[in-house]
């Protein structure tokens, strides 16, 4: 996902009209799909709502008993809200997602979709988990 997205995109005269009014758009859109029409995308390519995404580093991590890395070189991680709208921008949206992505500093990445729902109760879970850590060490 680019973080770099446009704050009023340009759209020419064969950008749908939903696309150039916005009116397809839920509000936390961050619109980069109409500039992605029109540099030569096709509707389908660049339909995906996209948000403004969250993201950070993670810090390099040591394991306490023998001190060895077990994260080299940290990693990344990033939040964005996605939506695949319906074809001809009319219809009712399809559901919306949190798409979480995490580097490891290394090649690999891991990629996953939750819907609003599964965001929160993944968010509690990753909270009581860490709580269950710090409160029995």
């Given at each position: 996902?680019?973080?770099?997205?446009?704050?009023?995109?340009?759209?020419?005269d064969t950008t749908p009209p939903w696309f150039?009014?916005?009116?397809?758009?839920?509000?936390?859109?961050?619109?980069?799909?109409?500039?992605?029409?029109?540099?030569?995308?096709?509707?389908?390519?660049?339909?995906?709502?996209?948000?403004?995404?969250?993201?950070?580093?993670?810090?390099?991590?040591?394991?306490?008993?023998?001190?060895?890395?077990?994260?080299?070189?940290?990693?990344?991680?990033?939040?964005?809200?996605?939506?695949?709208?319906?074809?001809?921008?009319?219809?009712?949206?399809?559901?919306?997602?949190?798409?979480?992505?995490?580097?490891?500093?290394?090649?690999?990445?891991?990629?996953?979709?939750?819907?609003?729902?599964?965001?929160?109760?993944?968010?509690?879970?990753?909270?009581?988990?860490?709580?269950?850590?710090?409160?029995?060490?």
């Amino acid at each position: 996902m680019s973080t770099r997205l446009p704050e009023q995109p340009d759209a020419d005269d064969t950008t749908p009209p939903w696309f150039r009014d916005g009116s397809a758009c839920p509000p936390w859109c961050a619109r980069g799909h109409v500039r992605a029409l029109t540099e030569g995308a096709s509707l389908d390519a660049a339909s995906q709502h996209v948000g403004r995404p969250i993201g950070g580093r993670l810090p390099e991590i040591r394991n306490a008993a023998d001190g060895r890395l077990t994260r080299p070189g940290g990693g990344g991680w990033e939040l964005v809200t996605v939506q695949e709208p319906m074809p001809n921008g009319l219809d009712s949206l399809m559901e919306a997602a949190v798409e979480f992505e995490l580097r490891d500093g290394e090649l690999r990445e891991a990629r996953a979709r939750f819907t609003s729902g599964e965001a929160r109760t993944l968010s509690a879970q990753l909270g009581y988990a860490a709580d269950l850590l710090d409160l029995d060490g």
